[in-house]
């Protein structure tokens, strides 16, 4: 049983910037790949960012490319979303997850465990 519990998120005008936070329980976060998804009113959840268990590698979706920075902080079961840039576009409910298998996922589907999501608003 994992659980995950997201913070950071809020309002803030286009080009400002916000850091969205990830605890996680557990014993065996260190070896959970992690992904942020997002999802606006009426729309699918899609793939934001995600970081392999270890941190070596990250991967993100074309539209935060060069914007926001994944990490982790194994020692404190915590991964970070760092969004710099911000665009109204970015405007969605942010989701934490876990992967068991510790890989690097963009896929809803290979996600066992989320977290309850943190709005980020984003004014123009």
């Known amino acids: 049983q994992v659980q995950l519990v997201e913070s950071g998120g809020g309002l803030v005008q286009a080009g400002g910037s916000l850091r969205l936070s990830c605890a996680a329980s557990?014993?065996?976060?260190?070896?959970?790949?992690m992904g942020w998804f997002r999802q606006a009113p009426g729309k699918e959840r899609e793939f934001v960012a995600a970081?392999?268990?270890?941190?070596?590698?990250?991967y993100y979706s074309d539209s935060v490319k060069g914007r926001f920075t994944i990490s982790r902080d194994n020692a404190q079961n915590t991964v970070y979303l760092q969004m710099n840039s911000l665009k109204p576009e970015d405007t969605a409910v942010y989701f934490c997850?876990?992967?068991?298998?510790?890989?690097?996922?963009?896929?809803?589907?290979?996600?066992?465990?989320w977290g309850q999501g943190t709005q980020v608003t984003v004014s123009s």
């Open positions: 997850a876990a992967d068991p298998s510790g890989g690097l996922r963009e896929d809803v589907w290979a996600y066992d465990y």
């Open positions: 557990g014993r065996t976060f260190s070896s959970y790949g």
């Open positions: 970081i392999m268990w270890s941190g070596r590698f990250t």
